[in-house]
């Protein structure tokens, strides 16, 4: 029930092109869901969140697509930079303690 | 503007000795988190405190760790009789409140425990 699914493991991305990376959730009263990105050696840099009553939220480059019916969410990298190239995790939350995907180690190549 | 701070940045204990890991949250965070991140894993959920309250510790082991956030003071992880399975980055993040809008986490750089 409270298992956040995460895919790809691992994602190549060409310069300029769209990485596109997807989480699945179980719990029904998680209601906050936010994307993070780690460097080696960092702590977990907040990207942007949404929560269930949005479909869709623009930050950027990165736009998170939520389906509230399909309990699925994903996120969007648009004009994908080599300085992207970093391990990206979804979570999700009920207002405390983060449930954190398995991260997607994205190498955006030049 | 200082973020998240957590000391020491790297630790190594020998097995059977004790660890305290150090969090400020930022500056007018009153929420603590910490989480554990082992080696090619995601992070997990340890505790979740408020200044002199544990709110959630569904995710902390049953045993040897412990956490508090006292009125005056940073937040402190400890873990008593450290085994190797301990090995791993211990990150802390805080929140200005528990809501959803003012309710998002901010990480600090985690501290690194080797245990030998």
């Known amino acids: 029930q409270q298992q956040v699914k995460q895919s790809p493991q691992s994602l190549i991305v060409q310069k300029g092109g769209i990485s596109i990376i997807n989480c699945a959730y179980e719990?029904?009263?998680?209601?906050?869901f936010p994307w993070y990105q780690q460097f080696p050696g960092k702590g977990p840099a907040l990207l942007i969140a949404?929560?269930?009553?949005?479909s869709e939220k623009k930050e950027g480059r990165f736009t998170i697509s939520f389906n509230k019916s399909a309990k699925q969410f994903s996120l969007h990298i648009m004009d994908s930079q080599p300085g992207d190239s970093a391990t990206y995790f979804c979570?999700?939350?009920?207002?405390?303690?983060?449930?954190f995907g398995e991260g997607t180690q994205l190498t955006v190549n030049p | 503007n200082a973020g998240v701070m957590q000391n020491p940045r790297h630790l190594v204990r020998r097995r059977g000795q004790e660890a305290r890991l150090r969090c400020s949250p930022m500056k007018g965070h009153s929420h603590v988190y910490w989480y554990r991140q082992l080696p090619e894993e995601g992070l997990k959920f340890m505790v979740y405190?408020?200044?002199?309250?544990?709110?959630?510790e569904s995710g902390m082991p049953k045993e040897r760790f412990s956490a508090e956030f006292p009125k005056e003071g940073p937040s402190i992880l400890r873990i008593q009789q450290v085994v190797r399975g301990d090995s791993a980055a211990y990150f802390c993040?805080?929140?200005?409140?528990?809501?959803?809008?003012?309710?998002?986490?901010?990480f600090g750089p985690g501290t690194r425990l080797t245990v030998l």
């Open positions: 405190l408020q200044k002199e309250n544990i709110i959630d």
């Open positions: 993040a805080s929140s200005l409140l528990r809501d959803i809008v003012g309710g998002e986490q901010f």
């Open positions: 949404i929560r269930p009553d949005v």
């Open positions: 979570a999700a939350s009920q207002r405390g303690g983060l449930t």
């Open positions: 719990n029904t009263a998680f209601d906050y």
